[in-house]
């Protein structure tokens, strides 16, 4: 009978320990990692799902980097039109002051596959969301083109009397060039545009390094990749795309843009294991 207890307690105990094995590769550990990289800084957490498998999420934020440059008026060419080309040198609109900043914030979930257990090289699928605005664009104080739209209601009353001015040729309505577009102010007297592309962004990416560390407390990770994120579009203040109005030859610039439907990523992580 004895014999037969301490067969039984053997075996149970080594049915726990086996169980014990299992389960130790199946969220026994959370490492937290800090990341820098192209897609910003900022930082996650990761669990091993088996020791092929584990699952990173967190967050990145790219720095709120500020651009100032300045756009053209395009005005007129023909002759003018109740003292409007005088009225817009006098409110120095010959170069407009814009400001433009990054705005790419992100969430993102990743799955790390390790098809070779010891080695520390791993695929990468996942996804990026969050913002879809990531490059806004705007004049630098506020009301600066309210002397734009007060031209432009000149305009419309003099082409209102073409036909009682001699020798008058219709004139366009004015505004900031942007490319082959032209981007007119609002009521208030200030414009603004962004880039936009999808919330949700799947990415794919190759790498070395864990998530996880294993047998010590800190690694490093290294990873290159794709962030998909569709066709980029230009929308001005009144949410009017910019695409949707060029012809096939025109606007170069930002049809460019609108190709661009990848974003490279490479991204450095520096991660400790908590338990």
Not at 18 to 46: E, S, Y
Not at 104 to 110: E, F
Not at 114 to 133: E, I, Q, R
Not at 197 to 203: D, I, M, R
Request: aromatic share 8%; charged share 20%.
């Amino acid at each position: 009978m004895k014999k037969t207890l301490i067969c039984l307690a053997v075996a149970f105990m080594a049915m726990t320990s086996a169980t014990a094995q299992v389960d130790k590769r199946l969220f026994n550990h959370l490492a937290v990692g800090l990341d820098v990289g192209t897609t910003g800084i900022g930082a996650d957490v990761a669990v091993p799902c088996t020791k092929y498998l584990d699952i990173e999420a967190g967050f990145m934020i790219m720095p709120k980097i500020k651009i100032s440059t300045s756009l053209n008026l395009d005005r007129f060419n023909y002759q003018d039109v109740n003292g409007v080309s005088q009225m817009l040198d006098q409110n120095s609109l010959k170069d407009i002051p814009i400001e433009g900043k990054l705005n790419l914030v992100n969430g993102k979930l990743m799955f790390n596959a390790y098809p070779f257990p010891k080695s520390s090289f791993h695929v990468t699928v996942g996804a990026y969301f969050g913002s879809s605005d990531i490059i806004e664009v705007e004049n630098t104080k506020p009301g600066q083109l309210s002397p734009i739209n007060e031209a432009n209601a000149m305009i419309r009353e003099a082409n209102a009397k073409a036909d009682q001015i001699p020798n008058y040729t219709i004139q366009k309505e004015i505004g900031l060039e942007l490319d082959d577009y032209l981007l007119q102010p609002d009521a208030n007297g200030n414009a603004s545009a962004s880039l936009k592309v999808n919330g949700f962004k799947p990415y794919v990416g190759l790498g070395v390094g864990r998530a996880v560390p294993g047998r010590t407390r800190l690694n490093f990770k290294f990873d290159i990749g794709a962030m998909f994120w569709g066709s980029p579009d230009i929308v001005d203040h009144n949410g009017h795309s910019l695409m949707s109005g060029l012809e096939s030859e025109a606007g170069g610039g930002i049809r460019f843009i609108r190709k661009l439907k990848v974003y490279p990523v490479l991204n450095f992580r520096l991660s400790g294991r908590i338990f």
